[in-house]
């Protein structure tokens, strides 16, 4: 994962260095809007205010920066609003892959044909995490505890990326598992935590604190090879001692939530080239690299073409699970 | 007693020079985010969010959380001068604290409102100190059946109380069940009752129906009777502040009832909306002065006050303690942690002592300086009631427009605010109750979340929420609740039938 992302970097730095005398040619003038697509607090909020932070400290733009959260509707209401502000170059979405995933099988008045792509900035990883008490010690166990008695998969809305995966471990692990869905993956936490659901996928970030406190413990992740090292967790774990789920016989490779970065649609391309060098700048700040670590997310840097081919990808396997769900809408 | 050694340790770092002054200054911040509709501390906290990331995390919760207190009294500020609550958990305060106001007592309905939210406060944080692990123990043990049956009984103390009648109240429950079913919904994904507006999708903001519903809803029926067009003589009266806050203790019983319903309310993660409301009805049901509820009474500001600033205050426990936030600011605050690089959850305690306890004791300290700071100013917020109508009219009009333009920059806010207006007025006229409706709005769909999620785990079978104790009491009490009016008026029928005319009067003295 490590080295795909630095070759991705290093190809992206390379079309950014053709880039940059255009964006040079485009200035904001007025002040800049970033849109979470998330309630305050959130990992989408999160992400927007640490950007935007980075930019004030840096000064790398002489224009202020307002935050402003639109997470109405699962993040539909921040992305229609970028729908309507087209031509706008002031307003910048940040999101995450629902900007392709909602339009697939809600019916929500955009699509991300909409917007114009920026980056995808940051990937957060999936762990499978059961109660800190359970007796299955790796994703084999649970998979065959599954088998013969029906499980409670918590997670975070409906139709959105916990489900699907949860629809994926269903698949590859032959097991049937019920479904039900919170507001939000923080909710799903507690809840495992009171024993009332049997697992979760959440995000790294999610349950950190959980499992630091001995309430719940990471089966085994979503990822083709263990997470990077980082400082330990609990007294004896840290994220690289958690296996793979391959490694553990439940064969989902990579299942990745990129946090994407848009602008409205029919901008010009000189106006999305400062975007794209703007969060460039941002990453190679040292407050970039502390975020990405408290996080637990991966660092990585996809646009233009990349970020095409990434988001093709996801919605052609999304478009198949959502299929044999029957969540497409017509 | 460790719990107390810590604490006193917390006292070493909250009580100095900078951080009091932080206190201030996030108090006094609070109280104009708090004051000004449309703002409300979660935007302010998220403001402020920013110039805290170079600072201490224990110095930056305690700007923070200094700015919630400030903001949840200034809240009330609003509720009880021009009945426009400003955050959820203050509607209640509303229903007594306005009528007061407007009787030329507003400077006894503010200090009386802070003096209990005080008390409601101190409570709440001596629970923290002294309960902490065993808190945190009882919210784990909520699932959705058990928040269901804690929404329920919400609910059911509020419907059941009487008043209006029931079948009115009713109707106002599933107008305001059907508007909070706007939107995308949690558990199908689908959305629903957008009637092809696309910017319905994200639902109806509390503030712009409640905005609506009472500030113009209000004005209108004000405008029609023109009783209000006089200007409320009211003298900025120093003495009368402490005469209020000295009045307190007779009401010992709802003070305490109140602020136990707060805590309860804020732990079992019902927050701080769902106490007030809670609290309110119960008092209505239990004071002796339960009948004239509605017009003034001082147990009616108490009540939701106590309960309510009660239930902010433990709410942050869970926060803490198992990363749950139970209302929007504590959500924000907790994406300030993440930030600042704490991670909050049991290890916050074991980790991050100084910071913990630092930040419970400020939470003393930071309530004496707001209710310090807010009892000052209750002169001059009641002096406002002295501008005569025809010049605060405008103004309220100007204040929601620009309120509900600001929740989320939308014009078609400011049209449906509008249109709250009149749905407010029209239950006015017709003696339609408006709370259950608020009540439905604001917890409505959680309630309704909480429910299928419980039937998904259950495979559709009820006998989920009589699955254990904890769940089976809950629901036998909000059962209890909704018929014991009925009950009561079935054995009143059954000693002597009750006299027409004393119906309608009782029934139109409680329009709230």
């Known amino acids: 994962m490590r080295s795909t992302s630095a070759l991705l970097l290093s190809a992206a730095a390379v079309v950014l260095a053709g880039t940059m005398p255009a964006s040079a040619a485009w200035q904001p003038q007025k002040p800049i809007e970033f849109v979470a697509t998330a309630g305050p607090g959130g990992g989408t909020d999160n992400l927007a205010r640490a950007v935007q932070n980075i930019i004030t400290k840096y000064k790398l733009t002489e224009q202020p920066i307002v935050v402003v959260n639109k997470g109405g509707g699962s993040g539909a209401e921040g992305y229609v609003y970028g729908k309507v502000s087209a031509g706008d170059p002031y307003k910048v979405i940040f999101g995450t892959s629902n900007a392709w995933q909602q339009p697939l099988v809600s019916k929500v008045a955009f699509n991300y044909t909409d917007l114009t792509p920026i980056a995808a900035m940051a990937q957060d990883e999936f762990l499978l995490w059961v109660k800190q008490d359970a007796p299955y010690k790796t994703a084999g166990d649970y998979l065959k505890a599954a088998a013969s008695s029906e499980f409670k998969m918590g997670g975070a809305q409906s139709k959105d990326t916990d489900e699907v995966l949860t629809r994926m471990i269903e698949k590859t692990g032959h097991v049937k598992l019920t479904y039900i869905p919170f507001k939000s993956g923080a909710e799903a936490a507690v809840q495992l935590a009171g024993g009332h659901i049997d697992s979760h996928v959440n995000n790294p970030s999610e349950s950190l604190g959980q499992w630091r406190g001995g309430t719940q413990r990471p089966l085994c992740a979503f990822s083709p090879k263990r997470l990077p090292q980082g400082p330990k967790i609990t007294a004896t774990e840290g994220w690289s001692d958690v296996p793979t789920c391959v490694e553990q016989g439940l064969d989902i490779k990579q299942y990745e939530q990129p946090r994407t970065v848009w602008l409205p649609g029919k901008v010009t391309p000189d106006q999305a080239a400062f975007y794209v060098d703007l969060m460039k700048k941002v990453q190679a700040t040292p407050e970039w690299k502390d975020y990405i670590e408290k996080t637990s997310q991966v660092d990585t840097f996809l646009t233009g073409g990349d970020f095409d081919k990434f988001i093709k990808e996801d919605l052609e396997h999304l478009k198949q699970v959502a299929s044999e769900q029957g969540w497409l809408i017509k | ?512």
């Not at chain 2, 994904?189 to 696309?198: A, I, K, N």
């Not at chain 2, 701080?272 to 209505?284: E, L, V």
């Not at chain 2, 929740?407 to 003696?431: A, Q, R, T």
Request: net charge neutral; aromatic share 10%.
């Open chain 2, 1 to 512: 007693m460790d719990n107390l050694q810590e604490l006193l340790h917390g006292f070493t770092i909250a009580v100095t020079v900078p951080h009091l002054v932080l206190m201030v200054i996030g108090v006094l911040l609070g109280i104009l985010v708090g004051v000004l509709p449309g703002l409300g501390a979660p935007n302010g906290v998220s403001l402020l969010l920013p110039l805290t990331f170079g600072m201490q995390p224990v110095s930056a919760i305690i700007l923070l959380s200094s700015m919630y207190w400030g903001a949840l009294f200034g809240g009330s500020v609003t509720s009880i001068l021009f009945n426009i609550p400003g955050e959820p958990s203050s509607v209640a305060t509303t229903f007594d604290g306005y009528p007061m106001a407007r009787d030329g007592r507003p400077t006894t309905a503010l200090a009386t409102a802070f003096g209990s939210a005080a008390f409601g406060a101190l409570v709440g944080v001596i629970l923290i100190t002294f309960l902490a692990s065993w808190v945190a123990q009882v919210a784990l043990a909520f699932g959705p059946p058990e928040y269901f049956a804690v929404y329920f009984l919400a609910f059911a103390s509020f419907v059941g109380m009487g008043g209006a009648a029931p079948i009115k109240t009713v109707v106002a429950l599933a107008i305001g069940f059907a508007i909070a079913a706007i939107g995308i919904d949690t558990v199908s994904g689908s959305v629903r009752l957008t009637m092809g507006v696309d910017e319905l999708v994200k639902g109806v903001s509390f503030v712009v129906a409640v905005m609506g519903l009472f500030g113009i809803g209000e004005l209108l029926v004000a405008v029609e009777e023109e009783v209000h067009a006089r200007a409320v003589s009211s003298k900025i009266d120093w003495g009368e502040v402490f005469r209020a806050v000295a009045r307190l203790p007779r009401h010992g019983v709802a003070l305490l009832r109140s602020a136990a319903i707060g805590c309860w309310m804020g732990i079992t993660p019902g927050g701080p909306t769902a106490a007030s409301f809670m609290s309110y009805g119960i008092a209505r049901r239990f004071s002796r002065r339960g009948r004239h509820f509605g017009t003034g009474e001082v147990e009616g500001i108490i009540s939701p006050e106590t309960a309510d600033h009660a239930a902010g205050t433990s709410a942050l426990l869970p926060m803490l303690s198992l990363g749950i936030p139970g209302s929007a600011t504590a959500a924000v605050m907790m994406g300030g942690l993440m930030i600042w690089g704490l991670n909050p959850g049991p290890m916050l305690f074991v980790d991050q002592k100084d910071f913990v306890w630092g930040l419970i004791a400020s939470m003393y300290v930071g309530n004496i300086v707001a209710v310090a700071l807010v009892l000052l100013t209750v002169p001059v917020f009641a002096a406002l009631m002295r501008i005569p109508f025809v010049i605060i009219a405008p103004l309220i009009v100007i204040i929601c427009v620009v309120g509900a333009y600001s929740v989320s920059n939308s014009y078609l806010d400011v049209v449906m605010m509008l249109g709250f207006g009149i749905v407010g007025y029209l239950f006015k006229k017709l003696f339609y109750p408006l709370a259950p409706l608020v009540l439905a709005i604001v917890i409505g769909d959680k309630a309704e979340d909480a429910f299928r999620q419980s039937m998904l785990m259950s495979k559709g079978s009820l006998g989920i929420f009589f699955a254990n104790r904890l769940v089976t009491c809950l629901v036998v009490a909000g059962i209890a609740l909704l018929l014991l009016p009925l009950v009561l008026q079935l054995t009143r029928i059954w000693r002597k039938p009750t006299s027409p005319a004393h119906e309608t009067t009782s029934q139109e003295k409680v329009i709230i």
